[in-house]
C-alpha cells in the first residue's frame, strides 16, 4: 500500500514538471511567431537630399563677407584719422659707436675731433668728473625724433642748447657747455671747422641724421667700466646701449 502511494506522488511532481516545461515552450513560440515591427516599430526617416558642395561654399562666402562688413561698420568709427592715414609713427634710433678713450681728444661721427677734458687732459686710468664722452646716434625713423630723457650710469643728464662749445675752466656758466651732467648734440663741422651744434630748445634730430651726443662726465668712472646708456623719446620709447669706458667704437 505505502509502495503505491510513493508511486503516485512521483508520477504527480512529473506531471506537474512536464505541465510547466509545455507551457514554458508554448510561451516561446508564440513570442517566436510574433511580428518583431509589432514590438519594436521602426521610426520612419524621411528621405532628403544633402545641399551640392558647390552651393555650400557659396553660402559660407557670402555669410564670411556680410559678417565681415557689419563688424567693419562697427568698429570703423574706433579708428582715429591718425592710425588710417599718414606717415606711420614708428621711432627708431640706433646707438652704432662711441669714443670714451682716456685722452685728451675725442673723435666725433664725422671724423674731426674735440678735447675731451677741454685742457691738455692726460690718461691716469679713469673718466674724471667733467671730462667728456662722445656718442654716435643715428635717427632711422621717417619723422623727427626728440629725446626727452638721456642717462648714463643711472644718473640723468639735461640737454642745453648752444652756439659753441665751451672750452674747460673751473668756472662754470654760459659758454663754458656742456657743464657736468649736461649733453649736446654735434650736427658736425662747416667749411671753417667751426662745429656745428643743435641750438632748438629740445633735442630734436631729424629723419636720417647722424648726430654726436656729447655728454659732460658727473661723476668719476674707472676705465674697462661697463656704463649704462639709455634714451628716451618723447614717443614713450627707449633705447639702450653699453658704453666701456677706456675704448671706443665705430
Same mark, same amino acid.
Given at each position: 500500500?505505502?509502495?503505491?502511494? /510513493?508511486?503516485? +506522488?512521483?508520477n504527480s511532481i512529473r506531471q506537474k514538471i512536464c505541465l510547466k516545461y509545455h507551457f514554458a515552450i508554448f510561451a516561446i513560440m508564440?513570442?517566436?511567431?510574433?511580428?518583431?515591427? !509589432?514590438?519594436?516599430?521602426?521610426?520612419?526617416?524621411?528621405? +532628403? +537630399?544633402?545641399?551640392?558642395?558647390?552651393?555650400?561654399?557659396?553660402?559660407?562666402?557670402?555669410?564670411?563677407?556680410? $559678417?565681415g562688413v557689419v563688424v567693419f561698420s562697427? /568698429? =570703423?568709427?574706433?579708428?582715429?584719422?591718425s592710425q588710417v592715414s599718414g606717415t606711420p609713427q614708428i621711432e627708431?634710433?640706433?646707438?652704432?659707436?662711441?669714443?670714451?678713450k682716456d685722452v685728451e681728444k675725442l673723435q666725433l661721427h664725422d671724423g674731426n675731433e674735440i678735447l675731451s677734458k677741454n685742457c691738455c687732459g692726460v690718461a691716469n686710468g679713469k673718466k674724471n668728473y667733467d671730462e667728456r664722452v662722445a656718442i654716435y646716434l643715428q635717427n632711422h625713423s621717417v619723422m623727427p625724433v626728440t629725446i626727452s630723457e638721456l642717462s648714463f650710469v643711472g644718473d640723468k643728464y639735461s640737454f642745453v642748447p648752444v652756439?659753441?662749445?665751451?672750452?674747460?675752466?673751473?668756472? !662754470?656758466?654760459?659758454? =663754458? !657747455?656742456?657743464?657736468?651732467?649736461?649733453?649736446?648734440?654735434v650736427h658736425g663741422h662747416d667749411v671753417?671747422?667751426?662745429y656745428l651744434t643743435l641750438q632748438e630748445n629740445s633735442?630734436?634730430? !631729424?629723419? $636720417?641724421?647722424?648726430?654726436?651726443?656729447l655728454l659732460d662726465l658727473q661723476i668719476n668712472i674707472g676705465v674697462s667700466n661697463d656704463?649704462?646708456?639709455?634714451?628716451?623719446?618723447?614717443?614713450?620709447?627707449t633705447f639702450a646701449s653699453t658704453i666701456v669706458i677706456g675704448e671706443d667704437s665705430f
Open positions: 500500500m505505502c509502495a503505491k502511494i /510513493s508511486k503516485f +506522488r512521483k508564440k513570442a517566436s511567431h510574433a511580428n518583431p515591427q !509589432q514590438i519594436f516599430p521602426k521610426t520612419k526617416i524621411a528621405s +532628403r +537630399r544633402a545641399v551640392a558642395p558647390v552651393v555650400a561654399t557659396l553660402l559660407l562666402a557670402a555669410i564670411a563677407v556680410v $559678417g562697427f /568698429s =570703423q568709427e574706433s579708428f582715429a584719422s627708431f634710433l640706433k646707438i652704432y659707436g662711441y669714443d670714451a652756439h659753441k662749445i665751451g672750452h674747460w675752466d673751473k668756472d !662754470q656758466g654760459m659758454g =663754458q !657747455q656742456p657743464n657736468p651732467g649736461e649733453y649736446i648734440i671753417g671747422k667751426k633735442a630734436v634730430i !631729424q629723419p $636720417g641724421e647722424v648726430v654726436t651726443i656704463a649704462q646708456l639709455k634714451i628716451t623719446t618723447t614717443g614713450g620709447n
